[in-house]
């Protein structure tokens, strides 16, 4: 059976890559180092990371943890109304 792509028994030809040209990877860096320079390379990695990372200005971080705070206070009133509902209902149901 065949479909717009090829065969379903015979793979393309772009597909197919002869074992001499596929990359192995004998480890690299990676695998001469010892515990302490893979220790080292795991630090300098994170150090690059937080460098990517775009931090909030102050006001930005003033607006969103007062966004925080007002979210979580109308949830706790939210829940405490709730709770008190049923705790009249309870207490009408049961005496």
Request: charge should be positive; glycine fraction near 10%.
């Amino acid at each position: 059976m065949t479909d717009a792509v090829g065969s379903i028994d015979m793979p393309d030809a772009e597909d197919e890559v002869p074992e001499s040209k596929k990359k192995t990877r004998k480890g690299g860096k990676r695998g001469k180092k010892g515990p302490l320079g893979r220790l080292a390379l795991f630090y300098r990695q994170i150090i690059a990371e937080l460098r990517k990372v775009v931090w909030p200005t102050r006001n930005q971080l003033t607006t969103y943890t007062s966004v925080v705070i007002v979210f979580v206070v109308v949830m706790i009133g939210l829940v405490t109304v709730i709770d008190l509902g049923f705790a009249r209902v309870i207490k009408y149901v049961f005496g």
